[in-house]
């Protein structure tokens, strides 16, 4: 099936306050084309500001979470017509990787399978990740004959160090979902057969929280990987003081609930929203 229609190319359900997105190619591993990128910058707008969605999950169907860029449809066609052509293409994955690395509701990445290349943009956008024990993740540019591009050599220095990062990128080697979890790719690797239920219940434990004290949360610890110490402590107390949250109702029904009616601990879970 590969003429598959552009608004085929990604999947979405919203239940109970948690959307999941899915890449749809499983015929192709789940690869990113040009019509894949523009297809979920749609469905990630429609999604973002919707009332009955407070958690979105991204996963893949099939056995790949995604195989990376689409060696034909992302790459070949697009060099063959020129650079405009490339550029673009470059703009359409990028733009919906950097729109998620923003969103407006927490994210988890849910890697079913194979996570390759390319992947690590929405990888990296997503702010928690959990794999399933047997997926499989790899930088495997070297094996064809190019660099890790399209930020995915900058995200493997992010999520782990220097050492890692030399040989994961210049080795071409797997990683399994129980490696990536060691390696601070994911927060954690679960048996295929728990994944779902696993990242539903994180998702649960989020939509308990203060939606905007979340936004702010991911948004401050995005923010402050790039800054000096002395830089992040300034911009996080204007962060906190720009979002009003020393005068917001959410912090005064918490510090109620915990100093006058006991009802509550902070350090034990959240407050009743
Ligand atoms: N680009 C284009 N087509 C792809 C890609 C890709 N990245 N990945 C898989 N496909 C296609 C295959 O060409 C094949 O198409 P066909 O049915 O028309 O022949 C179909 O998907 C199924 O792929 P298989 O290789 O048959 O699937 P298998 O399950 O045996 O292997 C695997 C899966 C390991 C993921 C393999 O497909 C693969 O190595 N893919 C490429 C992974 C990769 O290196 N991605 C690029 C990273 S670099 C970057 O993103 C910049």
């Known amino acids: 099936m590969s003429d598959r229609a552009e608004e085929d190319t990604v ?13 749809n190619r499983p015929e192709k591993r789940n690869c990113m084309s040009p019509k894949l990128n523009r297809q979920m910058m749609r469905i990630l707008e ?3 500001f919707r009332d009955d ?15 990376g860029m689409d060696l ?5 066609e697009n060099e ?4 405009h052509a490339t550029r673009k293409a470059q703009r359409e994955a990028y733009g919906w990787w950097e729109r998620l690395r923003w969103y407006q509701k927490p994210t988890i990445a849910m890697i079913n399978g194979w996570c390759f290349g390319g992947a690590y943009g929405p990888l990296f956008a997503c702010d928690l990740a959990v794999a399933a024990e047997d997926a499989q993740f790899g930088l495997s540019e ?23 990062s030399m040989y994961h990128a210049m080795m071409g080697e797997n990683l399994t979902g129980t490696q990536a979890a060691e390696w601070g790719l994911v927060n954690e690797a679960v048996p295929a057969a728990a994944l779902e239920a696993r ?33 992040a402590e300034d911009y996080l107390v204007r962060a906190q003081e720009a979002a009003g949250f020393f ?10 609930q915990f100093i006058d009616e006991k009802t509550f601990k902070p350090g034990l879970g959240s407050y009743d929203l």
């Open 11 to 23: 999947g979405f359900k919203v239940e109970n306050r948690i959307a999941t997105v899915w890449f």
């Open 46 to 48: 429609e999604l973002e």
């Open 53 to 67: 969605v407070g958690v979105l999950v991204l996963t893949g169907e099939g056995t790949s979470w995604s195989a």
């Open 72 to 76: 034909k449809e992302y790459f070949r």
């Open 80 to 83: 063959q017509q020129g650079l």
């Open 142 to 164: 070297i094996n064809w004959g190019i660099l890790p591009g399209g930020g995915a050599s900058k995200i493997i220095t992010e999520l782990t160090g220097f050492r890692r």
């Open 199 to 231: 990242v539903t219940e994180i998702a649960t434990v989020l939509l308990g929280k203060n939606a905007e004290a979340l936004r702010a949360t991911k948004w401050a610890i995005r923010r402050v990987r790039e800054m000096t110490y002395h830089n």
């Open 247 to 256: 005068d917001s109702e959410g912090r005064k029904e918490a510090t109620r």
